[in-house]
């Protein structure tokens, strides 16, 4: 059983920086990144190979977010740069051997952090 705590999440003005982490309490395989705003349904945001070679990037976020990994400490982090207030939602952080296609076939899921982004 892995457990996953998201953290960094807050409000934040648009064109402002976030770096969201996910502490896993194992050693994680594919990680990834999704989010869910009011009313809409979950989206994949990013996603990360267990060696971070790999990575895949939503097209509204391509360019402004990176995904990573610290496999030493068990984490996975996302840095979001000028961020729009289209980017507000609960980002989740999820694991699984099925998790970097990005469908949200992951296994194991936090609980999300609130990023807001408006001024």
């Known amino acids: 059983q892995v457990q996953l705590v998201e953290s960094g999440g807050g409000l934040v003005q648009p064109g402002g920086s976030l770096r969201l982490s996910c502490a896993a309490s194992v050693n994680s395989y594919h990680m990834g990144w999704f989010r869910q705003a009011p009313g809409k349904e979950r989206e994949s945001v990013a996603t990360?190979?267990?060696?971070?070679?790999?990575?895949y990037y939503s097209d509204s976020v391509k360019g402004r977010f990176t995904i990573s990994r610290d496999n030493a400490k068990n984490s996975m982090y996302l840095q979001m740069v000028s961020l729009k207030p289209e980017d507000s939602a609960v980002y989740y952080c999820a694991d699984g051997i099925s998790c970097l296609a990005g469908d949200g076939k992951c296994d194991y899921w936090g609980q999300g952090t609130q990023v807001t982004v408006s001024s």
């Open positions: 990360i190979s267990w060696n971070g070679v790999i990575t």
